[in-house]
């Protein structure tokens, strides 16, 4: 869904930001009331992750020497960094006590969406903001990875999209050797319960409307850093409190400068912070999760609401349908359990490109759209031999990627490029086994596998995968529209 840059969607972006969940109820203030009650009641549980936390050797932070050492390190502003931090020692900004003034909201525009979910606001807080946040943030990350048990249970922290890791989550989520397991990014979950009639059951959960859920957890962040990083973890915090500065797209002229009318921090995407207070957050439901005992998906949810989180929980049958990040667990030739990324990424992905295709205008069209999608295929299923996967590499015609398709396709992906080291054997049986495709629907993927450039596809196969993924179906070509591949939401 690309969402249009407009004045209406602004409005729209302000208020799901800054509007109460479950309106027209009082539930949004019950559940930030919520929120302050739990950490006043498990300051214990927050000095127990302040000690684990501490337990790391962290020298003393100067947020102005990390900024000075490592502003030219590789990274992909690299240029914008050294700028910022020039201008930023030019004129003394660096001794005020936020390297932040205010907050540009901007309209998240090219975004795959869900179907019917509202736009939402990027937080523009200028290079230099994340000068000062994101060695930080990024310290706390790995403090959080490095939490592998709570109240006796079995945790796993995050701290990206590694498909061997997510593997090593499939693993440890199935036989954990605990009652409980969970395994979190960010707003992302999966958690594993052995009931009273020993029945190992497994949940994939969401934190509901995460920009507007927190409140006082921001003070328990920082209560719980280690000693060394509470003042640095203060000064990223504070720059969730500065004015959010939204400009008409009509006319530039006119800008609105909206004030927090509360204490609490507002987190927005494009913070350096975000994901440390989602994992923070999960952290703390989870605990909640093993207090409470809880065994279903209304228990668990009931525990969330307790830390001040509407929690998103679905209760899925078999292992199968496990999902995290986006992968799902499939067992090789061996039996062997493996994170592949779902087939409904790479069908979504499939026929579509943000910007120019790649490579020389002269080398035409087509060959630049199967060059693309061999190289789509490369990134998103490296190391893996299925027949299903195979053919559509050889429908492409292509053998060899250039490095600028490579780097493209990994950039506009993000996390959903794999990570897999070592080589797999995989059978269309197992692959299909998550999407309980009938042989019909199965021999609507082996046609999409081997039909090359230039086809439009609408089966039931492709609509059944699509929707367990996404909530997205195929659609009908109408009109005089170019052979493209299309779903209807």
Same mark, same amino acid.
Not at 61 to 75: G, K
Not at 207 to 231: G, N, V, Y
């Given at each position: ?73 590789? !990274? ?23 390297? =932040? ?44 990875? +490095? ?36 395994? /979190? ?82 987190? =927005? ?16 439901? +989870? !605990? ?38 986006? !992968? ?43 060059? /693309? ?41 993000? !996390? ?18 998550? +999407? ?54």
């Amino acid at each position: 869904m690309i969402y249009a840059r407009t004045d209406h969607n602004t409005s729209i972006c302000a208020t799901r930001s800054t509007g109460a969940r479950e309106p027209g109820t009082n539930g949004h203030q019950e559940l930030i009331d919520a929120q302050a009650k739990y950490f006043e009641d498990n300051d214990q549980f927050l000095e127990t992750l302040h000690n684990h936390y501490s337990a790391f050797p962290i020298h003393q932070v100067n947020i102005y020497d990390l900024a000075r050492d490592r502003h030219a390190d590789p !990274h992909p502003k690299r240029a914008l960094r050294i700028a910022a931090f020039a201008e930023m020692e030019a004129d003394g900004a660096y001794t005020e006590s936020v390297w =932040l003034r205010d907050v540009t909201g901007k309209i998240k525009a090219n975004e795959w969406a869900k179907p019917g979910k509202d736009p939402r606001f990027i937080g523009d807080l200028g290079v230099i903001a994340s000068l000062e946040g994101a060695w930080i943030t990024g310290i706390l990350k790995d403090l959080q990875t +490095y939490l592998r048990f709570i109240d006796g249970q079995r945790l796993r922290i995050v701290k990206q999209a590694d498909t061997e890791v997510i593997t090593e989550v499939f693993n440890e989520a199935i036989d954990p050797g605990t009652k409980y397991y969970g395994a /979190f990014f960010s707003d992302d979950g999966l958690i594993t319960v052995l009931d009273k009639h020993g029945v190992r059951r497994l949940f994939l959960t969401d934190i509901s409307k995460c920009d507007k859920s927190h409140a006082s957890i921001f003070r328990s962040l920082i209560r719980s850093a280690p000693t060394p990083l509470q003042e640095g973890t203060e000064r990223v915090v504070k720059q969730l409190k500065k004015p959010l500065v939204v400009r008409s797209l009509v006319d530039r002229s006119i800008k609105v400068k909206l004030f927090l009318t509360t204490e609490d921090p507002l987190l =927005l995407s494009g913070s350096t912070i975000t994901t440390v207070v989602n994992n923070h957050a999960a952290i703390n439901i +989870y !605990h909640q999760i093993i207090l409470d005992g809880a065994e279903t998906a209304e228990a668990i949810a009931l525990a969330a609401r307790k830390v001040g989180y509407i929690l998103t929980v679905e209760e899925v049958p078999d292992v199968s349908k496990l999902q995290f990040l986006k !992968h799902s667990p499939v067992r090789d030739v061996r039996g062997e359990l493996h994170a592949v990324l779902n087939l409904g990424v790479f069908l979504r992905a499939s026929g579509t490109c943000k910007g120019d295709l790649p490579g020389k205008s002269s080398d035409g069209l087509e060959k630049r759209a199967r060059t /693309f999608q061999r190289a789509l295929l490369e990134g998103m299923y490296p190391r893996i031999s299925n027949p299903f996967l195979d053919a559509c590499k050889n429908a492409t015609g292509v053998d060899v990627v250039p490095t600028c398709f490579s780097s493209i396709v990994a950039k506009e992906l993000a !996390h959903k490029t794999s990570t897999r080291k070592s080589h797999i054997t995989v059978s269309n049986e197992e692959l299909f086994r998550r +999407y309980d495709l009938d042989a019909c629907e199965a021999l609507d993927l082996t046609d999409f596998s081997e039909s090359g450039y230039s086809y439009f596809h609408n089966s039931p196969g492709l609509s059944k995968v699509l929707k367990l993924d996404y909530g997205l179906e195929c659609c009908d070509r109408t009109g005089d529209l170019p052979t493209s591949f299309l779903w209807r939401r």
